[in-house]
């Protein structure tokens, strides 16, 4: 008891003195007593209050901070094969605080503890298998140990078994079950699984890749104090931005894209509109023009001014619609066959016309609309402007 009262009347009997606070009294006198019952029953042998003595001496609880008290009470309870007391004088021996750093005593004293199925003190027998520190190095043997570990839902083990499997070291490689693994961590609070599953969300390994959500977690490291986390935090979101960049410059292409197809097509069925258009008036013309001909030879003047009169409608028809197309072409690829087409017509209409001696004036508008056809359909050929490609 008396080093409970020392420390009272140093730091929490001096605050209830100057503020006359009764209350606050009152909580000391219990905590008195209530450390003044643990340390009775760690002296009779009770492994449970020792091991609660010993919590009093490492926290500074209560009691003042002393680790060689502590070691001492947590020695008396590990004996007994307390557990707790096992694991505590294992970590000890792990951080050399309080006495020497031992990692061949930390294995030792883990082993017992996990024997009895605490979760920390199999992760802590895990990580020594792991990294070899007390006893040789063995992947197998530390899997096996985080498995145990993770089985009780401890956060530890659940992240040392997930960083295992995303390696394929001691177990069969599995990033997905190595990213499940760090989310289940995660979600208990564990600041370094989660980093860790931020860095697989980030990267996309064992889980889809998703940035945002990464983000997420690492701030959420930050906030659990991880080290590392804000490096991470940073570079994840400049990898976002970049992101965003590249989806926005995609979309914009995508949408021109798709504005070249629409015109490109919409092009392209008024060229083969206007081709068919421009060939049924060449081949009408032709066969009005032929038709002409024939009548000079076997029928009355009556049915020839018929003929030519419609020759002559045809091949206006034939020039005025080859022009328009040639308007259009301005913009696209002129189609040659079409101008092969118009310009074989037009040939052929300048031909028959030029060779017939009866009504002239009639001949003369017929030829000057097969020779408009002609021109257009040569300089259509020429030009040969392109068209936009998608």
């Given at each position: ?37 643990t ?9 449970e209050?020792?091991?609660?003595l010993?919590?009093?001496y ?5 009691l003042p ?6 070691v ?39 082993r017992k503890a ?5 979760s ?5 027998l ?6 070899g ?9 530390a899997?096996y ?9 401890n ?14 070291a ?9 990213a ?9 609070g ?10 697989s969300l ?8 998703d ?5 997420e977690w690492y ?13 991470f ?15 926005e ?15 490109s ?18 081949v009408?013309t ?21 003929v030519?009169m ?11 619609v ?21 310009f074989?017509a ?7 016309n030029g060779s017939?001696d ?17 021109v257009?359909?040569?300089i ?8 936009p490609?998608?």
């Amino acid at each position: 008891m008396s080093d409970f009262n020392d420390y009272k009347s140093r730091d929490i009997g001096k605050d209830a003195n100057q503020g006359g606070d009764l209350k606050l009294e009152k909580l000391v006198r219990l905590a008195a007593e209530m450390v003044g019952s643990t340390q009775e029953k760690a002296e009779q042998g009770d492994a449970e209050a020792q091991t609660e003595l010993g919590d009093y001496y490492s926290d500074g609880l209560f009691l003042p901070k002393n680790l060689e008290k502590a070691v001492f009470w947590y020695r008396k309870a590990a004996d007994q094969n307390h557990a707790r007391a096992q694991l505590k004088l294992a970590a000890l021996y792990y951080t050399g605080e309080g006495l020497e750093q031992d990692y061949g005593q930390a294995a030792s004293w883990a082993r017992k503890a996990a024997n009895r199925g605490d979760s920390a003190a199999q992760w802590l027998l895990g990580h020594l298998f792991e990294f070899g520190q007390g006893v040789g190095q063995n992947d197998g043997r530390a899997a096996y140990w985080y498995q145990m570990a993770a089985d009780q839902e401890n956060p530890n083990g659940q992240d040392c078994l997930g960083s295992l499997y995303m390696r394929g070291a001691g177990v069969p490689q599995d990033t997905k079950k190595g990213a499940e693994l760090f989310r289940l961590a995660a979600q208990q609070g564990d600041a370094t699984a989660m980093r860790h599953f931020a860095l697989s969300l980030e990267n996309g390994v064992g889980v889809k890749k998703d940035l945002v959500k990464a983000i997420e977690w690492y701030e959420k490291a930050v906030k659990e104090g991880d080290e590392e986390a804000p490096e991470f935090l940073d570079r994840a979101r400049k990898a976002l931005k970049e992101q965003q960049a590249a989806e926005e410059r995609q979309k914009r292409e995508a949408a021109e894209k798709a504005e070249r197809d629409r015109i490109s097509a919409m092009w392209e069925a008024r060229d083969t509109s206007m081709e068919t258009w421009a060939i049924v008036a060449a081949v009408l013309t032709v066969a009005a023009l032929i038709g002409e001909k024939w009548l000079m030879i076997h029928k009355g003047p009556f049915l020839l001014v018929l003929v030519e009169m419609a020759a002559v409608a045809l091949s206006v028809i034939g020039a005025t619609v080859t022009a328009a197309l040639f308007a259009g072409s301005f913009t696209e690829v002129l189609s040659i066959p079409g101008g092969i087409a118009g310009f074989v017509a037009g040939l052929v209409a300048v031909i028959l016309n030029g060779s017939s001696d009866r009504y002239p004036h009639v001949n003369k508008y017929a030829m000057i609309a097969a020779a408009v056809i002609t021109v257009i359909m040569i300089i259509r050929i020429i030009i040969k402007k392109q068209r936009p490609k998608p």
